[in-house]
């Protein structure tokens, strides 16, 4: 598994590097925001661990401008600074998790796993659950050859349930994943997604693939 670290501070980019390189990952290192933009779009990286504040880019931008690239590779924020505030933002601009300075090396570790056992959003990347289907690379959604189009947040909470096919995911889960840190979403709003969902995708259909688990939430399956 390959690993850009974007730290400008060099101390703490080496003792990573040699870290990491002990548990066989391998390890670039870029010490500033645009060296770590041009390594990162190459796209050639399982995770990028990102420090937030960086000369030339700051992390933030430049998880921003990744994004914007369509490069889905799993990034890890470090932040020196433990507001929530900071936390918010970070998801916000694309970030999957973020650690706070100074952390454990066995924690950096644990959140790496962790991150690397996501589904990579590939570039040609499709899931299907029976006769549905959704392309990860074009967020084409399709039932019995038929496209189906989605707002943004039906296709997000659409790919969520696909990307755990076959398990039950509680509506805190939903909301989690789906619209991580927006303000006031209400278990309510998730129910209101999952019945206009099942109108585009299961209406119309003998085999209704959206569940609700009762007293749990919901799943996706045959
Ligand atoms: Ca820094």
Not at 4 to 22: M, R, S
Not at 23 to 44: I, K, M, P, Q
Request: aromatic share 6%; charged share 30%.
């Amino acid at each position: 598994m390959k690993i850009l670290v974007v730290e400008d501070e060099h101390l703490i980019a080496n003792a990573l590097k040699k870290g990491l390189e002990q548990e066989h990952y391998t390890v670039d290192l870029a010490f500033d925001g645009l060296d770590g933009y041009d390594l990162a779009s190459s796209g050639d990286y399982d995770i990028v661990l990102l420090d937030l504040m960086l000369p030339k880019m700051d992390g933030m931008e430049l998880c921003r401008q990744i994004r914007n690239q369509q490069i889905h590779v799993p990034i890890l924020m470090l932040t020196a600074k433990s507001q929530l505030e900071d936390k918010i933002k970070g998801l916000n601009c694309g970030a999957d998790d973020y650690l706070t300075k100074p952390f454990a090396f066995e924690e950096l570790l644990a959140r790496i796993r962790a991150l690397g056992r996501r589904p990579q959003n590939t570039a040609s990347e499709i899931l299907t659950v029976g006769d549905l289907s959704i392309n990860l690379s074009n967020y084409e959604v399709i039932r019995q050859k038929k496209i189906i189009s989605l707002s943004n947040k039906e296709y997000s909470l659409l790919e969520c349930l696909m990307r755990h096919a076959n398990k039950i995911l509680t509506k805190d889960q939903l909301i989690q994943r789906v619209w991580s840190y927006e303000s006031d979403i209400l278990p309510n709003t998730v129910e209101v997604y999952i019945r206009n969902l099942r109108q585009k995708i299961d209406k119309n259909y003998k085999v209704k693939l959206i569940k609700t688990v009762r007293g749990f939430g919901y799943k996706i399956s045959e």
